[in-house]
């Protein structure tokens, strides 16, 4: 499952980075830290490059990332996207088989591929492309949350996940988009709390929802039609 979804996500993401415009690669993306649109790609070609290298010291940290845009600062989006096509079916090998039980490059190309569509004003990513990893991330979030006062989440599908020990003191409503957003650390403290909560929420409670910790900026919310 890992191996598709990194692959057409990488298909998806290529197709729309060679339609861009030269103004549309300088777009400021409000998700990540002060990288343009060619700068989060950049970063997934990076990624997929340490991968196949085996270049993977202090793999997921600030500098390790940062690396990764560096190093490709000159390079047109014609030879970052040559370079995912000729290493990215190595890492779809190695993701084959696996399950996700924490970070890898595929949940890590479906985060950027929404922080992308997001900072560009386009659509929603498909629900199907995206579904198969909010399931994990709630995980992460109910782990998040275990000592914690009971809390029930219900998303749009009528799916529920209840969180802490006891009956659920508090409920909170919100579509599936935006739950797995916010679990990836994008959307801030403000936008989380105001989701549909039947009492207003414990700050401690919102802090949870990120993997990468909380945020005060509110990112973009786009509107609800999918983008294919």
Request: charged letters at 25%; glycine letters at 10%; aromatic letters at 14%.
């Given at each position: 499952m890992l191996?598709?979804?990194?692959?057409?996500?990488?298909?998806?993401i290529s197709t729309l980075a060679v339609g861009l415009t030269a103004d549309q690669l300088r777009t400021p993306v409000p998700a990540t830290p002060e990288w343009t649109v060619q700068d989060v790609l950049a970063h997934m070609v990076g990624g997929a490059a340490d991968e196949?290298?085996?270049r993977m010291d202090a793999a997921g940290s600030e500098q390790w990332t940062r690396r990764h845009v560096g190093e490709r600062r000159d390079l047109s989006v014609q030879q970052l996207l040559?370079?995912?096509d000729r290493v990215g079916p190595a890492v779809e090998a190695g993701l084959a088989g696996r399950k996700m039980t924490g970070p890898n490059l595929a949940a890590d190309v479906i985060c950027h591929e929404a922080d992308l569509c997001e900072a560009l004003g386009l659509g929603r990513v498909d629900r199907e492309h995206w579904q198969p990893f909010l399931e994990v991330m709630m995980r992460f979030v109910r782990g998040q949350l275990r000592n914690s006062t009971a809390l029930s989440i219900h998303d749009d599908?009528?799916?529920?996940?209840n969180c802490g020990s006891g009956e659920p003191a508090t409920v909170v409503r919100a579509d599936g988009y935006e739950l797995l957003r916010a679990?990836?650390?994008r959307r801030s403290r403000s936008q989380i709390a105001a989701w549909d909560w039947t009492s207003a929420p414990d700050p401690t409670v919102v802090e949870c929802f990120g993997c990468f910790g909380g945020r005060d900026d509110d990112q973009?919310?786009?509107?609800?039609i999918g983008r294919r």
């Open positions: 191996d598709a979804a990194y692959r057409n996500a990488r298909r998806r196949d290298s085996g040559a370079e995912w599908q009528g799916q529920q996940w679990s990836f650390s973009p919310i786009p509107i609800g």
